[in-house]
């Protein structure tokens, strides 16, 4: 079992070099090698060999018969992953980011809202309320950027995935999670919600309890065009 101390070592390298591939410091094509890694970070093989099947599992790294590592093209990338998405926004591509992220949520969360409405246990539908008015309490406070906020936001949108009944929507529950606590982290969710946003929480989350399955779907997507006019705009 590896100590702390090489666990440590092994995180600084898959840390180190995921953000230099992500930031294009290292770009596709880029040839790497084991000794050449052993030297820079002084560390062992074994230690300098995890942290690269690491890299392999993100799509990060591939490794060729007398070459020896390739970083691989962006199109590759397990990009739906939590560590590749938080190197990502702190890379100079953060706001294209942003907007992918946000784009995807359109296009999924609206529909979950509307399965869930459908599909979603009772204790999931009161829930989802309790979520929506703590949300809506907080924001109208100015405390859209507490980590408060920030917790109650990821649980409110992990069950809404989760109550919709499909697994590959729940599956979209951390990299969801990822992209709001990303965007906090970095100071760039607001105090004051942007006016509406509140509101279409609450709606969704009301229309879903009530089984009104097209009200549920049209709030949901109310609330995530504004989530995404706000951060075109930032």
Request: charged fraction near 25%.
């Amino acid at each position: 079992m590896p100590t702390p101390a090489t666990t440590a070592s092994h995180a600084h390298i898959v840390e180190t070099l995921g953000r230099r591939i992500v930031g294009g410091e290292l770009p596709p094509g880029t040839g790497l090698t084991l000794a050449g890694l052993e030297e820079s970070f002084t560390a062992s093989r074994t230690v300098v060999r995890e942290a690269v099947r690491v890299l392999e599992a993100h799509g990060l790294l591939t490794s060729r018969r007398r070459v020896g590592l390739v970083v691989r093209p962006q199109a590759e990338w397990d990009i739906l992953n939590a560590d590749i998405i938080e190197w990502s926004l702190d890379s100079p591509r953060r706001r294209d980011v942003l907007i992918e992220l946000t784009d995807l949520r359109v296009a999924v969360e609206p529909v979950a809202a509307r399965l869930a409405a459908e599909r979603a246990g009772d204790a999931e539908r009161d829930e989802l309320v309790r979520w929506a008015t703590l949300l809506s309490d907080l924001g109208n406070q100015g405390l859209g950027d507490s980590d408060e906020y920030l917790d109650a936001d990821i649980a409110y949108h992990r069950l809404l995935l989760r109550a919709s009944g499909n697994a590959l929507f729940e599956k979209l529950g951390d990299p969801i999670a990822e992209i709001l606590r990303g965007r906090a982290v970095r100071g760039l969710t607001p105090g004051m919600p942007r006016v509406g946003t509140l509101e279409a929480h609450l709606a969704t989350a009301q229309a879903i309890h009530d089984g009104r399955a097209a009200d549920a779907e049209a709030s949901a997507r109310e609330h995530l065009t504004l989530v995404s006019d706000e951060v075109v705009e930032a």
